[in-house]
């Protein structure tokens, strides 16, 4: 029975150019897209652009235009790299899409009847000489930790401010002491939640990463505290309750619901029923989420809250793919600082399947992780040398204007099978960088294999060792075009035309047909 499999990837913000370690954080979404429709399950993998929040309406004061206008700047930009990418989503919207707003407001409105989203008088900064309440990132202070100006979210050293020291705080904006004013906003009633949620994370923990399990766990055994689910914003998602018409969505509400809205509307464009993959109905479905860990208490606790508090036999996410950090050169990325490279700008320099296995193979899977352009070139040359130069000196042997009559080794295809199931278990237990080294391992296999049989000997001496030679080197190179296709997926794709292979699946080609040789080019330039 084919799985329902859901494959949400973290929304990023529409507040300037992703780099490196957004791309690091949010492959492994494609990995498994590509995985599961290549065992024929059902995938509909997700994400969009984030739109709203308090840095994109400062980037919008920045650069003197709209907020509307910076987040569809970004959003066509990101769009623009995810497909350069070779990212293979079903649907990849964002928040201020119509739709979205629609059905995210339907969502709110349904938690807060259910009594999981409560009003509260807060005691908030105001600016007097602006007229209006303002955000702790709107706010500048002295941070008691370390003694630097800090933003009031937080400070660089990682101290997060708290109410008290906030009090008096500095507007950004015209640079007046601000005051606290009592100011109605709504909450999400984590308290409440907390059992339901203990018991989620209890069930699923052991089949995420180790920094979803502890940071998860962290939170629960402090008890969940509640949080505002209403922002004082002119941009954003209106809040569907009476009595706060001048208040907004807060991002990361409608954000992680997003992952549903937007399997929504994916499924009412395609006459599918979006009910098959989100609810408890029996069937055989996966939800996976991925993300880099800052964003882990959003997918492990505050979703899976929400969707409790929908009572609507809502199936919660199962997996979590949360990674650590890229640094850049050993430091961290950092526009403002010059530090690091933009995907659009590594792709003027890189090759983009080769850079997608080396994020895979050395990206921040389970430790932060280090990005060198030397390193990157390290990978490049040892793909070319083990997969661009094996398939050109079979399918390009001089003298072959065909693929030979042969007979495959039945070593070679145990071989072959085993390495199927092997990187099948590492893909499906989150260990990708295991499933490189599998492969690195059959591309040094079927080196191996070509160089102990020396066909340049046998072609002289022995036509029919030669014939079963090539041969069983073709047949590898056409299940090779499968495992990688998660991975590499233009390159897999390349291979398949030579070898005139019009499906591709999880499974075993036996036999290919003895089709002529024609266009055979080199897979990649040397770096």
């Known amino acids: 029975m084919n799985k329902k499999i859901v494959i949400g990837g973290a929304w990023p913000y529409a507040n300037s150019s992703l780099h490196l370690g957004h791309l690091a954080a949010l492959i492994s979404g494609d990995v498994l897209a590509r995985y599961h429709r290549l065992q024929g399950d059902d995938v509909i993998y997700v994400s969009g652009t984030d739109c709203h929040g308090t840095p994109i309406t400062e980037r919008a004061k920045k650069e003197k235009i709209s907020a509307k206008e910076i987040a569809e700047k970004y959003h066509k930009e990101f769009k623009d790299v995810f497909e350069k990418m070779n990212f293979s989503y079903d649907l990849y919207t964002k ?32 600016c007097t000489k602006c007229g209006k309440f303002v955000a702790d990132r709107e706010l500048k202070l002295i941070c008691p930790s370390c003694g630097n100006e800090t933003k009031g979210d937080q400070c660089d050293c990682g101290y997060v401010p708290t109410k008290e020291d906030l009090k008096q705080a500095i507007c950004n904006e015209c640079g007046s002491e601000t005051a ?37 766990n962290k939170y629960l055994k402090e008890g969940l505290k509640e949080r505002a689910v209403t922002r004082n914003l002119d941009w954003g998602v209106d809040i569907p309750i009476n009595g706060f018409e001048d208040k907004k969505m807060y991002v990361w509400i409608d954000a992680v619901l997003g992952y549903l809205t937007a399997t929504m509307k994916y499924c009412e464009s395609n006459k599918l ?33 929400l969707l409790i508090g929908l009572k609507d036999n809502i199936h919660l996410p199962d997996i979590m793919v949360s990674t650590e950090y890229l640094n850049f050169n050993e430091q961290k990325f950092s526009k403002s ?27 921040p899977e389970t430790k932060d992780t280090n990005f060198t352009e030397e390193d990157y070139k390290m990978t490049h040359n040892e793909i070319t040398n083990k997969l661009g130069n094996f398939v050109n000196r079979t399918l390009k042997y001089k003298g072959l204007s065909t693929i030979p009559n042969g007979t495959m080794d039945v070593n070679v295809e145990k071989y072959i099978k085993e390495k199927y199931t092997e990187i099948s278990d590492y893909i499906e237990n989150i260990e990708f960088r295991k499933a490189t080294l599998s492969i690195i391992e059959l591309l040094d296999f079927a080196n191996k294999y070509y160089d102990d049989k020396k066909p340049w000997i046998q072609y002289k001496e022995n036509m029919k060792e030669f014939n ?39 499974e075993y080609i036996g036999n290919i047909d003895c ?9 990649f330039e040397r770096k």
């Open 273 to 305: 029923e979006w009910k098959d993959w989100w609810k408890e109905n029996g069937q055989n479905n996966k939800i996976y989420m991925v993300h880099g860990k800052d964003n882990i208490v959003f997918h492990t606790l505050i979703l899976p809250g």
């Open 468 to 506: 079963n030679t090539i041969y069983t080197c073709a047949v590898t190179i056409a299940n090779i075009s499968n495992i990688i296709e998660p991975l590499m997926p233009k390159i897999a794709e390349k291979i398949r035309g030579y070898l005139a292979i019009k499906d591709k699946k999880w």
């Open 337 to 363: 600082k010059g530090i690091g490279l933009t995907i659009l700008e590594a792709l003027d320099k890189f090759d983009t399947e080769t850079l997608r296995f080396h994020l895979i193979k050395n990206g």
């Open 95 to 126: 928040t201020e899409d119509e739709f979205h707003k629609e059905k995210v407001q339907e969502l709110f409105k349904r938690i807060y009847d259910n009594g999981y989203i409560v009003e509260k008088i807060d005691e908030d900064n105001y």
């Open 180 to 216: 606290t004013k009592e100011n109605k906003n709504l909450y999400l009633e984590l308290p409440k939640l907390q059992l339901d949620i203990e018991e989620y994370v209890g069930k699923n923990e052991c089949k995420w990463r180790k920094n979803a399990q502890n940071e998860s």
């Open 515 to 523: 089709i002529e040789l024609n266009n055979i080019e080199p897979l």
